[in-house]
């Protein structure tokens, strides 16, 4: 079993519109969850980190992790064409691994 | 300052060349790593050295060799390298890997690597 999914995608939603990321894992020892945006060609860039259940809200961007289900997800408000963008979900695996583990990623593409 | 920087932006190798992809960042960070990503997929870690000591190697070919001279520096030696190998290579660094949140990661820009 793949240890981090996340949708199949791509995902397309209109400007000013909200987009909704999800991603689940599989190692419920796991206490680290980040999700990184990466433009085509460039480096993957940290948008947000979330320890604890609940929300964590950051601008235009919330992240929302349930670890009694295994799940964390990336809302974004008022999207913007510029945040047309890989999503790529990322779990650090619990039992004191030290190894960042990666979803496959969301295309999103949002459309003036 | 969350900068990673890694030299050289972009490289174009034989098979038969010897290599080096560079690392470096000063933001006291002692846990770095090197992932490979190929077009279309997410990174895949390959290494990780935690206070300067190789900690983690993902079964890597031994054509790839990483060495840390020092917490600052992450270098990555490449010989006889495959075609297959081409994608781009991206460092990352953290506060160190004992969890929490001094695990964040912060990419480097990436080496894009074409083996002929």
């Known amino acids: 079993q793949k240890e981090v999914e996340q949708n199949s995608g791509p995902l397309s939603v209109p400007e000013g519109a909200i987009a909704s990321l999800n991603c689940t894992y599989s190692?419920?020892?796991?206490?680290?969850f980040f999700w990184y945006r990466q433009y085509s060609g460039k480096s993957p860039e940290l948008i947000m980190s979330?320890?604890?259940?609940g929300d964590k809200e950051d601008g235009r961007f919330t992240a929302q992790l349930n670890k009694a289900s295994q799940y964390v997800s990336l809302l974004i408000r008022d999207s913007q064409p510029s945040d047309s963008a890989t999503y790529l979900c990322a779990v650090i695996t619990g039992g004191g691994s030290e190894k960042l583990v990666f979803g496959k990623g969301m295309k999103l593409t949002v459309n003036p | 300052d969350t900068e990673v920087t890694q030299t050289p932006k972009h490289l174009v190798m034989g098979m038969t060349n010897k290599k080096s992809l560079k690392c470096e960042q000063h933001?006291?960070?002692?846990?770095m790593y090197w992932y490979k990503q190929k077009a279309k997929k997410p990174p895949e870690l390959m290494f990780v050295y935690s206070y300067e000591k190789l900690s983690i190697n993902e079964s890597v070919p031994s054509r790839f060799s990483p060495e840390c001279p020092n917490s600052s520096l992450l270098n990555l030696h490449l010989h006889a390298l495959q075609p297959e190998d081409s994608a781009l290579y991206l460092c990352?660094?953290?506060?160190?890997?004992?969890?929490?949140?001094?695990?964040?990661?912060?990419f480097g820009p990436g080496t894009r690597l074409t083996v002929l």
């Open positions: 933001m006291g960070h002692r846990a």
């Open positions: 190692d419920r020892g796991s206490q680290s």
């Open positions: 979330i320890y604890s259940n």
């Open positions: 990352a660094s953290s506060q160190d890997s004992s969890g929490g949140r001094r695990d964040t990661q912060y």
